[in-house]
């Protein structure tokens, strides 16, 4: 599976957008794009997935680039709650396949 | 939306003790379940793959004989912590996919581990 590549850290402002980057470029054609977040002494939590088109649900908005090197997750109203690890992880579609955790972006929300 | 419920969610043990979480996918089927550990300000570490009716895969650098894994039915898997230690301490997640038409892996709340 492709590694993936997230800043360390970031901050966002209550209210704000939070734009979650994330690197991807070694990605294969069959691979998926798939967003978790962890908040702290949680299990982690399903965010959203793509293969290559961009998408959208409830909880975030998911854009990948037209080369599918790159995406950025986008929280658009961010809250206090939205406080958390984000990982970005790149898997084949099988039932079996592993994820993987890197180190993920904390994001911290700030009031 | 799928749901995995995972016990206990904290335990306290003697160190040589034996500990058993259990990990269940209550609104669908899992054939295959994973076991992750994460140590403080960590990311999560797969340590196996549990696979119902059939032995268990284990990462590189994972004890099977201390970490035994039953995945004896298509909701339930178990892990146990044989002959604890205080090196054991940590927090242990499980994980499930559905097997059709589920697009995400749900998560345990995890169990918090403390060995004394």
């Known amino acids: 599976d492709a590694k993936t590549t997230q800043p360390t850290s970031m901050d966002c402002a209550e209210g704000r957008a939070a734009n979650l980057p994330c690197n991807h470029s070694t990605i294969s054609g069959n691979e998926y794009v798939y967003w978790y977040r962890q908040i702290h002494s949680q299990g982690p939590q399903y965010i959203i997935h793509?293969?290559?088109n961009n998408e959208t649900n409830e909880m975030a908005s998911l854009i990948i680039t037209e080369d599918r090197k790159s995406s950025t997750l986008i929280l658009p109203h961010a809250t206090l709650r939205d406080t958390a690890v984000y990982y970005c992880?790149?898997?084949?579609?099988?039932?079996?396949?592993?994820?993987?955790f890197g180190t993920g972006t904390l994001l911290a929300v700030q009031p | 939306g799928a749901v995995v419920s995972q016990h206990p969610s904290r335990v306290i043990c003697k160190s040589g003790t034996s500990v058993k979480i259990e990990c269940r996918s209550l609104?669908?089927?899992?054939?295959?379940m994973f076991w992750y550990r994460q140590f403080p300000k960590q990311s999560l570490m797969l340590m196996a793959t549990s696979n119902e009716g059939s032995k268990a895969t284990y990462e590189q650098g994972v004890e099977k004989d201390k970490f035994l894994i039953n995945h004896a039915s298509l909701t339930l898997s178990t892990l146990t912590v044989t002959s604890a230690h205080p090196e054991d301490s940590s927090f242990y997640i499980c994980?499930?996919?559905?097997?059709?038409?589920?697009?995400?892996?749900?998560f345990g709340s995890g169990t918090r581990l403390t060995v004394v």
């Open positions: 609104d669908f089927q899992a054939t295959t």
């Open positions: 992880i790149v898997i084949t579609g099988g039932a079996t396949n592993k994820l993987i």
């Open positions: 793509g293969l290559k």
């Open positions: 994980s499930a996919r559905e097997q059709a038409g589920g697009y995400g892996y749900t």
